[in-house]
Every structure is written in C-alpha cells, then in structure tokens.
C-alpha cells in the first residue's frame, strides 16, 4: 500500500499518516465546518498557489524582481484585509501568526508568500552573481530565511484545524527549500536526502488524487530530479552523469539552479579526458593539438553529433547546434590568438622547407570546416521543418504567418555561400577529392533552391518561368547522378535527388496543366474583363456585356471631370518690314559739341554760353 511507504528525512510516518488519512476521509464528510468543537479544515493548495503565481507575474520570462514585488504587494493586501498589520508608520509591532488563527486560511498565505519573496530575492542574487561574486553571500541569507519561513508555515500546519493534504504539501515545500540552500552550500548527501524526501511526498500525493489535480505534482518530481542526478554524481555515483545527459536532451533542457551546473560539470568532465590527447588526424594529415580549449572541443565533437541525433524537438535540435557553434567559435578564436604572434605564418602561412601550409594553420582549417558544416547541417534542417510546414494546409487566419518558398530559398543561399567559403580553406586546394565532393554537394543545393525559386513562380502564376527552372533543376540532378559514383558513401547524409527527380516531372505535369487551364479561363472571362477595365460607357458603345454598375448612382458613363486636349495657339505676328526702312538724317537738329578750354569754362560759370 502506498500509505505504508516511509518517506525519507524523518517526516516518513507522518507524510504515510497523512495520505491514509486523505484516502480515508469520505466525500461526504470533506465539508466545512466553521464550529469552534470542529474547525475550518479547508485546503489550502500550496503549489498550486505558488506554481499559479509564479507563471501570471514574470517567472515566466525568468524576472525574479518582478516575482518578488509581486510577493510583496500580495502580502500588504493580506495585511490590510485580516486587520493584522505590523504597527503603524512610526512605531513597528511585531506579530506572529499562531494557531489560534488558522480558522481563516489566509493566515498561511502570510507566510508562504513570506517565504516565495525570500526564495524569488535569493534567485535574482543568483543571476546577478555571475558578474558579482560577492552576491553570492546575500544569496545565501536569503535562501536560509525563506527555509526559516518555509519550516514555520510546517508547523503551523501541524494543526489539527489544517487537513491533511495541506500537511503534506508545506512537509515537501519545506524540504524542496532546504534541498536548493544544501545545494548552493554543495552538501551533497544533505541536499540529496532533502530532495528524496520532497520527491516522495509528491508523487505520494499525484498517486491518491486524480490525473487532473496530480499534472502539478509529476511537474514538480520532474524539475527536482536532475537535481538528485546531480548531487548522486557528486556523491560519488558515475552512472549519474549519463542520466544528466539524457536530462540534457529533452525539450527544455535543465533549468534553475542545475542549468550552468551541468554545464560546468561536462566541461570539467572533457577537460580530464583532454590531458590524453595530444594529436588529430583529418584528411590524411595528423597535426598535433595543444591547446586546452581546442582538446576540449573536439573530445565533446561526438557526443554533441550523437546528441542532436537523438534530441526529440526541433527546439532542442536548434539549442544543441548553437551551444556547438558557439564552442567551435571559441576554439577557433583560441587558435588565431597562437597564430598572431607568428607574423611570417599570419601572411603567408606556409613552412619553407615542405611547401605546406602550418599545423597551426591545417588545425584552424579543421576547425573553420567544423564550423561551415555544423552551419550547413542546422539550415538544412530548417530547411527540412520548412518543407515540412509546406506541405501542411495554410490556416485560414492572419494571425500566425505560415511558411513560403521564399524562406527556404534564403536558407539554401547560405548554405551555397558556406559552400563557396568550404573551397577557399587553406592547406585544401590540392584535395581534388575535397574540390569533388563540395563542388556536388554544391549541385545538389543549386538544384534544391532552383526547385523552390520554381515553387514561389508557380504561385504568382509564372508558368514560363517555372517551366525553365523545373528544367534546370532536372540538369543539375542528372549531374550529380552521373558524377557521384565514387562519392556515394560522403553524399549519403545530403538530400535524396532520385525523390527531387520524380517530384520535379510530377510538378512539370501540373504545371502544364494550370497553365493550360489558366490560358482557357481568360479567354472565357474576356467579355468580363472588359467591364473591368474601367471605360466609361461612352467608350465601349460597340461592345454589349452586362455591367450591374450601370443602374447604380456610381455608374462610369463618361470621363468628369474631362481630360485636357491640344488646341491650336494664338498666331504670334512679326514685323518683317522694319528691317528695310530708311529713316532720314537728325544730324541738323542735334546739339553741336561747346568749345573748350578757360574761355569756355569762364562763360559757363557765368551763363554766358550759348
């Protein structure tokens, strides 16, 4: 039975006691009472309060400051409704809730939302710790008064005006508490024995309610769990770090307190196994590796392939191949920090005597190659949800924006631009094998984004056009067709071009069609369209068709206002003749030029000049 279970951590008998107890108490007689011989024994759902505040007020986006000034504000209104106020504005007054008050359960929200602002104030200290360290001491204090509260409200609800499933709730709320402080202070067996016992009483309660009221429950076990993998490995338990990096796979990944813990805890991991290796052979060259973070990387290069591989969701598929590219970006820049102080390999990257490019640079090479091909792998399969989506009937909504050929075709560009950059890495451009194979690759990517360029003129009713790049992409798959014989084995993991073939004649077959029906549909609708042309009826007097608009009081009967016309100019007059009159002499009759001279100017003071 499961009300014979123990449950670790010292509150076993009373958490079995307890769920008897719910099991045993009839329907009928889960009433109200509000007698002071049998007192107000209503639940009060604890996780359901917390879980429900948390998601309405910024847990959500992960704004812990949002969470706790909602704490804050929620316990005033408590306050001011229950008359249980801490003094006045200048004299404080300490209160405690006791037993005598639980006959209104709202005395115990008091202090569950006591204890959510001290956890929601020490998990935004956590966040801001990463750039703080000495945030880390307040974080501390915070998690140890929100434990402080979380026991009170226990004991509180070890009265008998509480039921029993209110027991068990804040027995588990304490020990999940309790659990996070001994794993901030990294006591493992004491943080273990904490989380077991709040895992038990939950899934002691999922299993005596029913499916619908258990959802909470089993999300709760879920969340502590890799906590629990976590602090078995630290224990001592190797088998635990396999469990981690299932964990690890699932849609959401780990969260909360575990999430930069495992992180830190497979790179620790690596970074043991990276003191074995010293060398890495690609392409028929073996170039040494001395680099921490370059040995680091490509030991963890498997396990992330085999990861995304295996991941379930396309969110976590996309999260996997970030985190990679992000390492592979670092290792990278680790590689070109050892080549900056070697001025002759920068330029020129060549060693003297062999003619060959340096294994500093053929390891930059190898790297840049991880990093172009893990960026082609995640576009192609964006590439492959897009198709999929393609493929699904559109909604009839707006709302949501669903996905177009155009989106595949910019996918498609970037991955022949990766390509274009595959083909310039140095220390390459003797592997005519290498130039083989990414010049088909090349072929089948063309001949991918060729289809879908076809697929967005189809839409727009460009059947020319389509019909010629239907063609061309057929040109580009015979290609690869007859030239992949001894590539067959490297090409494996590239889209089928057999299934492009067959898709491509049956989307020529229907494109024909369309085309044909199009072509027979405008000449039936020929007359219409005359109508919706708009001439006014004074143009199309030749033409009889039906237009409804004519009896309207918008009726198009002639152009108004009218349009402007050429009319001839006012004649411009020249006068041609003034050219050859001869007008007689005025010399006579103009003034003759004074003397001058002293006699001159003398008579002209005194106007004694003619």
């Not at 309405?56 to 005033?76: A, E, K, N, T, V």
């Not at 839409?459 to 007859?482: C, G, H, Q, T």
């Amino acid at each position: 039975m499961a009300a014979e279970k123990q449950v670790p951590g010292g509150g076993g008998g009373r958490a079995a006691a307890a769920v008897a107890a719910v099991d045993a108490v009839p329907e009928e007689k889960k009433i109200r009472r509000t007698s002071d011989l049998r007192p107000d024994r209503r639940p009060t759902k604890i996780l359901q309060i917390i879980k429900e505040s948390q998601q309405q007020h910024g847990l959500r986006h992960g704004d812990f400051q949002r969470y706790r000034g909602y704490c804050s504000r929620r316990q005033r209104r408590l306050r001011k409704t229950l008359n249980f106020k801490m003094g006045n504005r200048h004299k404080f007054t300490g209160k405690k809730v006791t037993e005598d008050l639980l006959t209104d359960n709202r005395y115990l929200l008091l202090v569950l939302m006591d204890a959510e602002r001290a956890w929601s104030y020490a998990m935004q200290l956590k966040q801001e710790a990463n750039t703080e360290p000495r945030k880390r001491f307040h974080l501390l204090s915070r998690l140890r008064k929100a434990v402080k509260h979380a026991e009170e409200l226990e004991r509180l609800c070890e009265s008998n005006r509480v039921d029993a499933k209110t027991k068990l709730e804040a027995q588990a709320y304490t020990a999940y508490l309790a659990g996070m402080l001994r794993f901030e202070h990294q006591e493992w067996k004491a943080a273990i024995e904490a989380f077991n016992k709040c895992k038990t009483i939950y899934e002691k309660l999922a299993s005596a309610f029913t499916e619908e009221q258990a959802v909470l429950y089993n999300q709760r076990v879920e969340e502590i769990s890799p906590n629990i993998r976590y602090c078995a490995y630290n224990i001592g338990d190797q088998s635990a770090i396999n469990e981690l990096m299932q964990m690890r796979l699932r849609s959401g990944g780990t969260e909360g307190l575990l999430a930069e813990k495992l992180e830190a805890l497979i790179t620790q991991t690596r970074a043991k196994q990276a003191a074995t290796m010293s060398e890495v052979e690609w392409r028929g060259r073996t170039v040494p590796v001395k680099i921490d973070k370059v040995r680091i990387f490509l030991l963890g290069l498997a396990d992330n392939e085999a990861a995304i591989a295996q991941a379930e969701s396309e969110e976590t598929k996309e999260r996997l191949f970030e985190s990679m590219l992000s390492e592979c970006r670092d290792a990278i820049q680790a590689v070109r920090e050892e080549l900056k102080p070697d001025q002759k390999q920068r330029e020129f990257g060549l060693d003297a005597e062999s003619g060959k490019v340096s294994n500093l640079q053929y390891l930059h090479s190898y790297l840049t190659y991880i990093k172009l091909s893990t960026a082609i792998k995640r576009n192609e399969n964006m590439a492959k949800g897009l198709q999929r989506a393609l493929l699904q009937p559109q909604p009839e909504d707006d709302s949501k924006r669903s996905a177009r050929p155009q989106d595949l075709i910019r996918l498609y560009d970037i991955i022949l631009q990766n390509l274009v950059e595959l083909l310039q890495l140095p220390g390459l451009e003797d592997d005519r094998a290498f130039q083989k194979e990414i010049g088909l690759r090349t072929l089948v990517y063309k001949a991918y984004r060729c289809f879908f360029i076809a697929q967005s003129y189809v839409l727009v009713k460009k059947w020319s056009e389509a019909l010629v790049l239907y063609d061309r992409v057929l040109k580009y798959a015979d290609e690869v067709s007859s030239d992949a014989g001894a590539f067959r084995s490297s090409l494996k993991d590239l889209p089928d071009v057999q299934e492009l073939i067959t898709q491509v004649r049956s989307e020529k077959c229907s494109l024909q069609a369309a085309a044909i029906l199009d072509a027979s549909d405008s000449q039936q609708t020929e007359t219409a369209s005359q109508v919706k042309d708009n001439k006014p009826l004074v143009e199309r007097f030749e033409t009889f068709c039906l237009d409804p608009s004519l009896v309207t009081k918008q009726a198009n009967l002639v152009h108004f206002p009218p349009g402007f016309q050429p009319i001839p100019c006012k004649p411009l007059f020249f006068d041609l003749a003034l050219n050859h009159v001869a007008f007689p002499p005025l010399e006579d009759k103009l003034e003759q030029k004074t003397k001058s001279g002293l006699t001159g100017y003398i008579k002209g003071i005194f106007g004694f000049r003619s």
